[in-house]
T-cell receptor, first 114, second 113 residues
Framework: GAVVSQHPSRVICKSGTSVKIECRSLDFQATTMFWYRQFPKQSLMLMATSNEGSKATYEQGVEKDKFLINHASLTLSTLTVTSAHPEDSSFYIC??????????FGQGTRLTVV | AQSVTQPDIHITVSEGASLELRCNYSYGATPYLFWYVQSPGQGLQLLLKYFSGDTLVQGIKGFEAEFKRSQSSFNLRKPSVHWSDAAEYFCAVGAVNDYKLSFGAGTTVTVRA
């Protein structure tokens, strides 16, 4: 199957700083990628759709100024959590799909804001 | 709007016993249905998917699922559970040509020796 890689797998940052998470499609091109957030022992909630070369589409209730998404190439989308606070601590997962197939997920990034 | 319900939050099963995880969905059109498994701190691995055709779908690791349109269900089964099957299982639904998914709350499976 296709491979989606996320980096870093875990990150700890201080409150008020920003942190960037990368999502790469390693063996295919992806015009669209998706970012999900997962709270402990809960399900995945779609945050936004990352669109190559254009603005991301955010789900209702997701602060676009807090969660900046950039999809500058066909293999890379980044999620930047700006001015992070402890309540932003979570597990963030991205997905991407080769043309005509199902979505493949990255390994996830555990963000802890202290 | 699409939604997924997994009624069982936690299931404990003995190794070697059979396992069934329930999934009900709400969707206005023909759904794409998926089952994913997640180990602690890891991403999601696709177990199986249903797009169309045969309503009994075979997946990896000995899992199968049956799509029942009349019941809006897509239950996952495994005849004989192994200790390595202990994990979190998510049912998800998506639209045709729209790859964003709606997930159920998940079912935690514990396997006892």
């Amino acid at each position: 199957g296709a491979v989606v890689s996320q980096h870093p797998s875990r990150v700890i940052c201080k409150s008020g700083t920003s942190v960037k998470i990368e999502c790469r499609s390693l063996d295919f091109q992806a015009t669209t990628m998706f970012w999900y957030r997962q709270f402990p022992k809960q399900s995945l909630m779609l945050m936004a759709t990352s669109n190559e070369g254009s603005k991301a589409t955010y789900e209702q209730g997701v602060e676009k100024d807090k969660f900046l998404i950039n999809h500058a190439s066909l293999t890379l989308s980044t999620l930047t959590v700006t001015s992070a606070h402890p309540e932003d601590s979570s597990f963030y997962i991205c997905s991407a799909h080769p043309a005509g197939t199902e979505a493949f997920f990255g390994q996830g990034t555990r963000l802890t804001v202290v | 709007a699409q939604s997924v319900t997994q009624p069982d939050i936690h299931i404990t099963v003995s190794e070697g016993a059979s396992l069934e995880l329930r999934c009900n969905y709400s969707y206005g059109a023909t759904p794409y249905l998926f089952w994913y498994v997640q180990s602690p701190g890891q991403g999601l691995q696709l177990l199986l998917k249903y797009f169309s055709g045969d309503t009994l779908v075979q997946g990896i690791k000995g899992f199968e699922a049956e799509f029942k349109r009349s019941q809006s269900s897509f239950n996952l089964r495994k005849p004989s559970v192994h200790w390595s099957d202990a994990a979190e299982y998510f049912c998800a639904v998506g639209a045709v040509n729209d790859y964003k998914l709606s997930f159920g709350a998940g079912t935690t499976v514990t396997v006892r020796a």
